[in-house]
């Protein structure tokens, strides 16, 4: 491997693109299916019951999160021995792979219930491949970043999803202009997933170009996969506190964005078109406020910022839901949604650097992925819970409980993880 010394310097600008450009299609497959739960349950799902076929699709939409945990420990311990550069490419391919599966298999009607199971088997190759992807991008901007700039870019991880949040709206909203309800619901879905295809080849290109951290590069012994397991069982403590934080993280996400559209329209009845406006705008807002967010941690200390908004999310989450469900708009459902962006945004924007902050160096990938995975498989559910917790108590108002329950985690964590000072002695100060 070239020595760090003599390699040219590269432009933060451009290292930050090449890292986050994949991580913006595993976030673009995962809305896209969100978004269009409603057609692809009919298309996959058929069952007597709207609310069972619907169930069905977002339950398989969950399973995805079912085997993050696994692809965060064996890509994890592949990142953590052979590098940041390879791993990255490797769960592109991987998610590439998963986004092909729901784009081109026919429906139930067609070919019964082998399309069912190759839907949900390419839901799991993505969630596998995602295991890795947030970790190995968060960990790649944090050992890139210049001291004390470190929660700033960070955020940038979680930008690039909000990128994937705003084009896969303003997509759907331009398919809701093209064509009529019931060819987006026949076939008209199955595009922005094509797209994703396509635009796969030119994410690999992107990512093949990235170059291997000077961090890791410097770094004389790369942990073998039963000295990261040991680290792991060494370090459990740590991973379940990380799971805390990311709860509320992961809860928050999924409801205002991949939620949404279908929140909106089936829970509201308002138009998809509606629901799809409100989507784009609380993507721009996430995209806004993350990296103020990062940027004010790096002044102002992580915990501070954690505490205020699980506080806020705690209190006014479930109000703010009630308000919108007394009187469905378009205009409610937009300010509430600005209102939970906020929330999500600020407490994210200083979570994503805090976990990155948290876990030993030499297994900073597999530790950060382990409990970014452990919290989706609760998270990244929230979908289906709504869906659940809406139908078995009549309260169109219990996804912001849900919200809340999520702040409630987060703060808990947040008050163990700096009570005990661990985050910022395991990490050089930023």
């Known amino acids: 491997m070239e020595p760090s010394s003599a390699r040219r310097p590269e432009s933060h600008f451009r290292s930050v693109f090449r890292v986050v450009s994949g991580n913006f299609l595993e976030m673009y497959d995962f809305t896209v299916y969100a978004y269009y739960a409603s057609a692809i349950a009919r298309t996959f799902f058929p069952a007597e019951s709207e609310f069972v076929s619907l169930l069905l699709a977002l339950s398989v939409f969950g399973a995805g999160f079912v085997m993050r945990p696994i692809g965060a420990l064996v890509l994890g311990a592949y990142v953590d021995r052979h590098g940041r550069r390879k791993g990255l490419i490797l769960s592109l391919s991987l998610m590439a792979i998963g986004t092909a599966c729901v784009a081109f298999v026919p429906g139930y009607a067609t070919i019964g219930i082998v399309a069912p199971i190759v839907v949900l088997l390419g839901r799991l190759l993505q969630g596998f491949s995602a295991g890795v992807e947030l970790g190995g991008v968060s960990v790649y901007l944090a050992e890139i970043a210049p001291p004390g700039?470190?929660?700033?870019?960070?955020?940038?991880?979680?930008?690039?999803?909000?990128?994937?949040?705003?084009?896969?709206?303003?997509?759907?909203?331009?398919?809701?202009?093209?064509?009529?309800?019931?060819?987006?619901?026949?076939?008209?879905?199955?595009?922005?997933?094509?797209?994703?295809?396509?635009?796969?080849?030119?994410?690999?290109?992107?990512?093949?170009?990235?170059?291997?951290?000077?961090?890791?590069?410097?770094?004389?012994?790369?942990?073998?996969?039963?000295?990261?397991?040991?680290?792991?069982?060494?370090?459990?403590?740590?991973?379940?506190?990380?799971?805390?934080?990311?709860?509320?993280?992961?809860?928050?996400?999924?409801?205002?964005?991949?939620?949404?559209?279908?929140f909106g329209k089936t829970v509201l009845h308002l138009s998809a078109l509606d629901s799809l406006i409100v989507t784009l705008c609380v993507g721009i807002s996430n995209l806004i406020w993350l990296p103020i967010s990062g940027a004010v941690s790096d002044r102002i200390g992580r915990r501070p910022i954690l505490l205020i908004f699980t506080a806020l999310t705690i209190l006014t989450s479930y109000p703010a839901m009630q308000w919108l469900v007394a009187a469905p708009s378009f205009e409610r459902l937009l300010l509430v949604q600005l209102w939970l962006s906020v929330l999500y945004a600020w407490y994210n924007g200083a979570m994503v650097v805090a976990l990155t902050e948290l876990m030993p160096a030499h297994v900073r990938t597999t530790g950060f992925s382990m409990?970014?995975?452990?919290?989706?498989?609760?998270?990244?559910?929230?979908?289906?819970?709504?869906?659940?917790?809406?139908?078995?108590?009549?309260?169109?108002?219990?996804?912001?409980?849900?919200?809340?329950?999520?702040?409630?985690?987060?703060?808990?964590?947040?008050?163990?993880?700096?009570?005990?000072?661990?985050?910022?002695?395991?990490?050089?100060?930023?």
Not at 151 to 164: D, I, L, P
Not at 182 to 195: D, H, N, Q
């Open 149 to 262: 700039k470190r929660g700033f870019f960070c955020a940038w991880q979680s930008g690039s999803q909000q990128v994937a949040v705003i084009f896969a709206a303003a997509l759907g909203v331009l398919l809701n202009q093209l064509l009529p309800a019931s060819e987006v619901t026949a076939w008209g879905w199955r595009v922005p997933f094509l797209i994703g295809c396509l635009i796969v080849p030119f994410l690999f290109l992107i990512r093949r170009t990235l170059r291997e951290t000077d961090e890791f590069a410097a770094r004389k012994h790369h942990p073998s996969m039963g000295e990261i397991m040991k680290s792991m069982l060494g370090n459990a403590g740590l991973i379940v506190a990380g799971m805390g934080l990311v709860v509320m993280t992961t809860a928050s996400f999924y409801l205002i964005t991949t939620y949404t559209p279908t």
């Open 371 to 430: 409990a970014y995975s452990l919290a989706t498989l609760v998270g990244g559910f929230t979908p289906a819970i709504s869906t659940w917790l809406i139908h078995i108590t009549g309260d169109k108002a219990a996804p912001g409980a849900w919200m809340g329950l999520a702040g409630l985690c987060g703060a808990v964590a947040t008050l163990v993880i700096y009570r005990s000072q661990r985050a910022r002695n395991r990490y050089e100060a930023a």
